[in-house]
């Protein structure tokens, strides 16, 4: 097969490094075609650039001509109205994501499932990394790792001494920002155990963070905010012990290049969505009763982001580091889990011990019911989700809301895979798992 692929990523750079395992899939399917990435954002265009799975890059502006087809498919991962437009005007034989249809956005069934799942007051129950949901567009689709190209040797990191721990101190958002003292805090019992030197990550618009941190900080710190380029920041990253941050893109970065994360989740970030991506990396999530949020909520009380605290996330970077073997039990509001990989894609293993509850069975039983509707062909297996229960403390009877179950099966228009069909592979799911489902 000849002809182009065009992959449309309007978002940001973390976006493109999580959509790598669909340009994967899609070079696969469509052997010998070019796959030619478009995007807005500086970053996205020079990573893009950058990758052996891109053969061409685009560069869009609200002005700029569209792509000239034509195409053999287009992906469309946004549902950003210019995407759509650009998509909906172009000659391709095949499309995939959501589309333009009489002036309305029409999404994928499988969109439709997860969207239903991210409804207020559910978002909670969600367990699909969009990792596996975009790449769960292309046919045939099978789960890949993140892909960077090889980084050579950071020679910034020659003056540290001891473990070399990331600390990404920034966010654009200034809900998924940590407190700077939190991470001095961290840092800081880390280095009470054994020589530490923190690597300060960030941008030039964050330096002001950083200069706080190390007026906190006891130690010497390895400042690098606003002195990497992305390259240089991906060196670096590949030379860490570890990489503490909030949900930003030099956390999907850090995984992609094989650094271990410890990830910290809270506000409108939730790491079952887009938490690091790949076997091995601790997700640290904040169970605020008002989270996770809407990304532009006007909140001004800082509960979600002191949520995360610094003597658990140092149990958790102590346990990656191989310095203890467990976690003790968790407080209430305070979930880590541990990521895994299976044949479909991202799993997520509890740490801590937590108690299981009725909603956390609910959002194992659907996301396993639902992964047939994202990969046809796929079947749900009760082996994924015994795997997924062993890390928590179980006890009593468990039953599950029946009425969330039917409402996500009516968003299934069918015909490959129904509500009927969901709910049948989830009532055979309750029953091996011995889960009574409660009627409507």
């Not at 499932?113 to 949901?133: C, E, K, P, Q, S």
């Not at 700077?180 to 961290?186: K, S, T």
């Not at 506000?267 to 532009?296: K, M, S, V, W």
Request: glycine share 10%.
């Amino acid at each position: 097969m000849s002809g182009r692929v065009l992959i449309i990523q309007m978002a940001k750079l973390g976006d493109f490094i999580q959509s790598t395992p669909l340009l994967a899939n899609a070079r696969r399917h469509f052997p010998g075609a070019e796959i030619v990435l478009a995007g807005e954002q500086p970053a996205v265009l020079e990573a893009a650039a950058l990758s052996p799975l891109v053969d061409e890059v685009l560069a869009l502006s609200e002005t700029g001509p569209p792509p000239a087809g034509p195409f053999e498919a287009v992906f469309t991962l946004n549902s950003h109205p210019r995407a759509l437009a650009l998509a909906d005007g172009l000659r391709a034989k095949r499309r995939y994501g959501p589309r333009l249809e009489g002036g309305q956005t029409r999404f994928t069934p499988a969109q439709n499932f997860i969207m239903a799942l991210m409804r207020t007051g559910r978002r909670d129950l969600g367990r699909f990394n969009l990792v596996d949901v975009w790449t769960s567009l292309c046919p045939g689709a099978r789960p890949e790792a993140l892909l960077w190209p090889g980084s050579g040797a950071s020679p910034a990191l020659n003056e540290a001494v001891g473990l070399k721990i990331g600390l990404q101190l920034g966010s654009k958002n200034h809900l998924r920002r940590w407190p700077v003292e939190h991470f001095a805090d961290l840092a800081g019992q880390l280095a009470g155990e054994e020589p530490v030197t923190p690597i300060l990550l960030g941008s030039e618009p964050e330096k002001a963070l950083g200069a706080r941190f190390e007026k906190l900080f006891p130690g010497p710190a390895l400042n690098l905010m606003g002195r990497t380029s992305l390259e240089e920041l991906a060196a670096a990253l590949a030379g860490l012990d570890l990489l503490v941050t909030a949900d930003t893109g030099t956390m999907h970065l850090a995984a992609a290049v094989g650094t271990p994360v410890l990830a910290l989740f809270f506000g409108p970030a939730f790491g079952p969505e887009t938490g690091p991506y790949g076997a091995d990396h601790l997700i640290y999530q904040a169970q605020a009763g008002c989270a996770p949020c809407r990304e532009n909520a006007e909140c001004r009380r800082r509960q979600c982001r002191e949520m995360p605290l610094p003597a658990i996330a140092a149990q958790a970077a102590r346990l990656r580091l191989g310095r203890a073997e467990d976690l003790p039990p968790l407080p209430s509001g305070h979930r880590i889990w541990r990521t895994a990989r299976d044949g479909f894609g991202q799993s997520l293993l509890a740490l801590g011990r937590p108690e299981l509850t009725g909603r956390e069975a609910l959002a194992l039983i659907a996301a396993e019911a639902g992964r047939p509707l994202l990969r046809p062909g796929e079947a749900a297996e009760p082996a994924r989700v015994m795997a997924a229960l062993a890390g928590f403390e179980a006890g009593r009877s468990i039953s599950i809301d029946g009425s969330i179950l039917q409402s996500l099966a009516a968003a299934l228009p069918g015909p490959e895979y129904d509500g009927a069909a969901f709910l049948a592979a989830a009532d055979s799911l309750a029953a091996n798992l011995g889960f009574k489902i409660a009627p409507t």
